[in-house]
């Protein structure tokens, strides 16, 4: 297979960056970062990513308010690696979280942190008892999105060639506060606010996306804004008083972040060129359920705890050696990733020869205890069926579960999707390197006690 011109540099670059990141995350951590924590959470509502980055002064052998100076000074040092790791968790469109960008090298770490570098901070202020120093980071959410918006002039997509009765509109409001059907699955869910969601209709007809937008407009203040309210004063401004007011059908995507509309409600934007424009200019408002407005806080909480479960886990795995898997900390939380997993030609069912490695799998894992939750995400080598291997690799995360449930790890504790060949750690040009990209990851989220 002859590839274009780049691309083999390209897909080393981001193996590159990602193995960069597998070993970044996995190496013990430096003292300070010991001492300094950072939490960061994403309000939809006000399109803005907050972080509050603390410094414990007792573990940084400094006395306050004497060290103000010195504690500060290590605080703006460590700020954009610390933040860094919580800002990979926000979700970028329908399949991908920035840590992901970031990895296969659409995004690069430099940009990232020049990014985080531009952020607004507060002032440091003690805590009461003058033993923690924290300060306060806010970035705005169209600034983060601006990573992704490379276009200089946005395109259009040809009217389609049959139309409904329509008028010009000053916005589109789309209602997705419903828990909707999800396309192409036979479950349901809540669509998830992200960076840069797509908008499809039924027949799943591209309607909107980031390079439909006026790239000045898009770096200004991102292509779609949230809200969960119905009263026109929160979203006036940017739909206007006569907006289209669309109900949802359907939400698309691995991170449910897609709505998709009726083809009536497409036929009424795309044949009227005024609403056209609107797509140009961004006037698009989602409604979403209140509870997705509020990312919570972003990544996995590396408290204690989580510690406890990585060495009991690492202690396991390594007192019988289990074949070719790796079990690091990264920014998803602790991950542990077996490749070259072997089932039967384009089908989920497993060879017998994985029955040890899935033994001793699930019997570490129990160490995380009670509380923990387990995502597992199945992955194939690319051979160019989109499709087919998105849906074989979903289907084969759903055995993996099966098989971790019948050795004792609760069903309703376990979570699965599906990537497909969208996120290869290896060129799928050799047979080693699709090897590697045939694999499945879990991804341990302990609990509030998870270590019982």
Same mark, same amino acid.
């Not at 990141?21 to 190496?27: I, K």
């Not at 407005?293 to 396991?316: E, R």
């Given at each position: ?32 970062? /010991? &001492?300094?924590?950072?939490? $960061?959470?994403?309000?939809? +509502? @006000? =399109?803005?990513? %907050?972080? *509050? ?67 607004? /901070? &507060?002032?440091?202020?003690? $805590?009461?008892?003058?033993? +923690? @120093? =924290?300060?306060? %980071?806010? *970035? ?313």
């Amino acid at each position: 297979m002859t590839m274009p011109a780049g691309t083999t540099g390209r897909i080393l670059r981001g193996c590159a960056a990602a193995v960069l990141l597998l070993r970044a995350a996995s190496s013990p951590l430096p003292a300070q970062q /010991k &001492t300094i924590s950072a939490q $960061s959470s994403v309000d939809w +509502r @006000i =399109s803005t990513v %907050h972080s *509050v980055v603390s410094l414990d002064a007792a573990k940084a052998n400094i006395s306050l308010p004497a060290g103000r100076n010195s504690a500060l000074q290590l605080l703006e040092m460590e700020l954009p690696a610390l933040l860094k790791d919580t800002f990979f968790s926000i979700v970028v469109n329908s399949s991908e979280r920035l840590g992901n960008a970031v990895a296969r090298g659409e995004v690069s770490l430099a940009d990232l942190n020049t990014m985080i570098d531009s952020g607004k /901070k &507060t002032p440091p202020y003690f $805590s009461r008892d003058l033993s +923690r @120093i =924290s300060m306060t %980071h806010t *970035v705005s959410i169209s600034q983060v999105g601006s990573l992704f918006i490379r276009h200089a002039s946005p395109y259009m997509p040809a009217a389609p060639l049959d139309s409904t009765p329509s008028r010009a509109y000053s916005g589109i409001l789309i209602d997705a506060r419903d828990i909707l059907p999800v396309h192409g699955e036979y479950t349901s869910a809540a669509l998830v606010p992200c960076l840069l969601p797509k908008i499809w209709n039924e027949n799943m007809d591209l309607l909107y996306e980031k390079n439909i937008v006026d790239p000045q407009i898009a770096i200004k203040r991102g292509i779609v804004r949230y809200s969960d309210s119905d009263n026109i004063e929160s979203w006036m401004d940017l739909v206007g008083t006569d907006p289209l007011r669309i109900t949802a059908r359907k939400v698309f995507g691995t991170n449910r972040t897609d709505p998709v509309i009726s083809r009536k409600d497409y036929l009424k934007i795309m044949t009227v060129p005024e609403n056209r424009e609107l797509l140009k200019n961004g006037k698009i408002v989602i409604l979403c359920r209140p509870e997705e407005l509020d990312s919570g806080i972003l990544g996995p909480d590396k408290n204690d705890d989580y510690y406890f479960v990585w060495q009991d886990i690492s202690t396991a795995l390594n007192r019988k050696p289990v074949k070719k898997i790796d079990f690091s900390d990264t920014w998803e939380g602790l991950k542990l990733t077996m490749y070259d997993i072997r089932f039967i030609a384009d089908s989920d069912q497993l060879l017998a020869d994985e029955t040890d490695r899935l033994d001793s799998i699930a019997s570490a894992l129990l160490l995380a205890g009670k509380n923990a939750r387990f995502v597992i995400e199945g992955h194939t080598a690319s051979v160019g069926k989109i499709q087919g291997e998105q849906e074989l690799s979903l289907r084969r995360a759903a055995r993996i579960a099966e098989e971790l449930a019948k050795r004792g790890i609760p069903a309703e504790r376990i979570a699965s999707a599906g990537y497909g060949g969208t996120r290869p750690v290896a060129p799928n040009t050799t047979d080693e390197g699709r090897a590697m990209n045939r694999r499945v990851e879990i991804i341990v989220q302990t609990g509030s006690d998870g270590s019982d």
